[in-house]
């Protein structure tokens, strides 16, 4: 069974930086996309940031510029540096992995993370 588990959520001053972690886990054979979405309480879950396996980024355009996503294939975790923090990133923040193929064979469309709180005090 193909677990993420996510690090490095807390509380920061609003201009301050964080940095997320997701670290993939079981017998996986390959994860196409990884990304990070949040959810604000009483709102929907956004798209902020997807990777792709060959590296090609995405960004939602509220955080363009402030955030960046990176990846380590080789062990299969994600990172996603946050600068220049506003309250409004307050959420708790899911780590998503995509189209992912793993020993069995099995393949997941989609695996998610428990999620980590992120708060930005202003």
């Known amino acids: 069974q193909v677990q993420l588990v996510e690090s490095g959520g807390g509380l920061v001053q609003a201009g301050g930086s964080l940095r997320l972690s997701c670290a993939a886990s079981g017998s996986i054979f390959r994860i196409n996309a990884m990304g990070w979405y949040r959810q604000a309480p009483g709102k929907q879950r956004d798209l902020v940031a997807t990777?792709?396996?060959?590296?090609?980024?995405n960004y939602a355009d509220s955080v363009k510029g402030r955030f960046a996503i990176s990846r380590d294939n080789a062990k299969n975790t994600v990172y996603l540096q946050m600068n220049s923090l506003k309250p409004e990133d307050t959420a708790v923040y899911y780590c998503?992995?995509?189209?992912?193929?793993?020993?069995?064979?099995?393949?997941?469309?989609?695996?998610w993370g428990q999620g980590t709180l992120v708060t930005v005090s202003s």
């Open positions: 998503n992995a995509a189209d992912v193929a793993a020993a069995g064979p099995v393949r997941y469309l989609a695996v």
């Open positions: 990777i792709t396996s060959g590296g090609s980024t």
